[in-house]
C-alpha cells in the first residue's frame, strides 16, 4: 500500500526542449562511443548536402579544429533568419534549439535530403558543450551562439568589427552566402571527443561520390593535413574505387531512372563482379548510407535475381539435368554493388534517427522496376557480358554444392564411426 501512495504525479518527468537528447542520446545518434561522435559531424555534414541536392550549393568544407572543435561551411542559401511564424523566434534558433523542426518536412524546400525528423542539428547542439552558427544571406553574417542547446543571446548580424573575427572570415571568407556551424562535442557525454581523420575522410568521399559534380574539402588544423574530392562519374567512380584492388570479369553495369508512382523516387544503381569471392553490396538513401540495407537493396537483389534466372531460361542456360539450381546466395560471390535512391524528405522512413535501414515499401518497388529493365536491356546487349556474369554464378553454385557434399560425407562418416564403437 505505501509503494502505492509513494507513486504520485511527481514521480512523472516531463523532458523538455533538448533535454530528452542528453537524457538519452544513444536514441537519436546510436551511441556515445567514436561512431556516435562522427555521427554528429555527419548531422551537420548532410545538412550542407541537402542544399546541395536542392542545387543550390557546390561547395562544402569540413575544417578539424584544434580545440577539439569541428567547422562545417558551405555555399548554400543560409538558414532563414527571420521570424518564425508560428513560434514568435528566428528561424535559426528553432531550428538548432527544437527537436521536430526544420525545412525538411516541407516539400517545397527539399524535395530530396538526408534529414527526415528534423533532429538532426538540434541533437548535434543538445550534446554539444559550445556551438555557433553563422548565416551569410543578403550582404550580412547572421549569428547565434549555443551551450548544450540554449542560445546565449538572440539571433543577430555581427558588426563590422566581428566579421572579422568570425568563423566565416576566418575559414571561407571567400564565400558571400551560406551557412557555417562550429560545434564541440561534449566529453562528458562521449568516451571519446578525438575526431578520427580517416574516418571523416572516408565519409567525405563516400559523399562526394554520390553527389557526382560537388566538390568537398577537408582540413585538419592538428595535423595540417588536406584532401579534396570531385568525381563526375558518380556511383559509377564508387564502384571502380571499391574494386581497386581487385579483377573484374566485365565492365561496370549502370542503369539510372525514375519511378513515378504515388511518391516520386529516383533511382540509381552501379554493379560489377570480380574474380573475388566476398560481397560488398552498398546502399544509399538520399546520400545517407544504410548499413543494415533496407527496401532498396532488397529491390536491387530481387531485380538481380530476377533477371538472371529469366536471361539464363530464355537461353537455354539453365542445367538440363537439375542438379546445379541457381539461388539467391550464388549471386553473391564477387558482388560489388551501389543502390542510391532519392526521394522526398516528406515522405523517407528510416528504420531509426541514427538512418542505418531504409523501410519505404516503395523504394523496393522502384528499384526492382527501373534495374531490372535496365538488365534485361543490358544482358540483350552484351551477351558475351552476360555469359560472364553467368558462369561465375554457376561456379559459385558448383562451389557451394560441392562444400555441402563434403560437409554431408564428413557428418556420415562420423555417424559410422560412432555406431561402430
Do not use: W
Request: charged share 25%; proline share 3%; net charge neutral.
Amino acid at each position: 500500500m505505501s509503494a502505492m501512495s509513494d507513486y504520485t504525479a511527481a514521480n512523472i518527468q516531463v523532458l523538455e526542449g533538448l533535454e530528452p537528447v542528453r537524457k538519452r542520446p544513444g536514441m537519436y545518434i546510436g551511441s556515445t562511443d567514436e561512431r556516435g561522435l562522427h555521427h554528429l559531424l555527419a548531422e551537420i555534414v548532410d545538412n550542407s548536402l541537402d542544399e546541395a541536392i536542392a542545387g543550390f550549393a557546390k561547395d562544402v568544407y569540413v575544417i578539424i579544429l584544434a580545440d577539439g572543435g569541428a567547422l562545417v561551411s558551405d555555399d548554400g542559401r543560409g538558414i532563414p533568419v527571420d521570424i518564425h511564424p508560428k513560434t514568435g523566434a528566428s528561424a535559426l534558433e528553432v531550428t538548432m534549439t527544437q527537436l521536430h523542426a526544420g525545412g525538411k518536412f516541407d516539400a517545397r524546400a527539399y524535395q530530396a535530403s538526408g534529414g527526415l525528423h528534423g533532429i538532426g542539428a538540434s541533437a548535434v547542439n543538445a550534446l554539444s558543450t559550445d556551438m555557433r552558427v553563422e548565416v551569410r544571406r543578403d550582404n550580412q553574417i547572421y549569428m547565434q551562439e549555443y551551450n548544450i542547446g540554449k542560445p546565449k543571446e538572440k539571433v543577430r548580424p555581427l558588426t563590422q568589427a566581428e566579421r572579422q573575427t568570425s568563423y566565416s572570415t576566418k575559414y571561407v571568407p571567400f564565400l558571400t552566402q551560406g551557412t557555417t556551424t562550429y560545434f564541440k562535442p561534449d566529453a562528458s557525454i562521449f568516451s571519446t571527443t578525438t575526431f578520427n581523420y580517416k574516418r571523416i575522410k572516408d565519409t567525405l568521399r563516400e559523399r562526394a561520390y554520390l553527389m557526382a559534380g560537388i566538390k568537398i574539402h577537408l582540413f585538419d588544423e592538428r595535423t595540417k593535413e588536406e584532401c579534396h574530392f570531385y568525381f563526375e562519374g558518380g556511383i559509377k567512380s564508387l564502384v571502380r574505387f571499391l574494386n581497386l584492388n581487385k579483377k573484374p570479369i566485365h565492365e561496370i553495369i549502370h542503369a539510372k531512372g525514375q519511378a513515378e508512382g504515388v511518391i516520386p523516387i529516383g533511382v540509381e544503381v552501379a554493379m560489377q563482379y570480380t574474380d573475388n569471392f566476398n560481397e560488398n553490396v552498398v546502399g544509399f538513401a538520399n546520400v545517407i548510407r544504410t548499413p543494415d540495407g533496407g527496401t532498396h537493396v532488397t529491390g536491387f537483389r530481387m531485380a538481380l535475381t530476377r533477371a538472371i534466372k529469366d536471361y539464363m531460361k530464355a537461353n537455354d542456360m539453365l542445367d538440363k539435368n537439375g542438379k546445379v539450381e541457381i539461388t539467391s546466395d550464388d549471386l553473391k560471390e564477387g558482388l560489388t554493388a551501389v543502390v542510391f535512391i532519392k526521394m522526398p524528405a516528406a515522405d523517407i522512413q528510416f528504420e531509426s534517427q541514427t538512418k542505418t535501414k531504409l523501410n519505404n515499401n516503395e523504394a523496393q518497388q522502384a528499384v526492382y522496376s527501373v534495374f531490372k529493365d535496365a538488365l534485361d536491356v543490358y544482358f540483350e546487349e552484351h551477351p558475351s557480358e552476360a555469359r560472364k556474369i553467368i558462369e561465375k554464378i554457376y561456379l559459385a553454385a558448383k562451389a557451394r554444392l560441392a562444400a555441402r557434399a563434403a560437409r554431408d560425407a564428413v557428418v556420415r562418416k562420423g555417424v559410422l564411426e560412432g555406431m561402430t564403437l
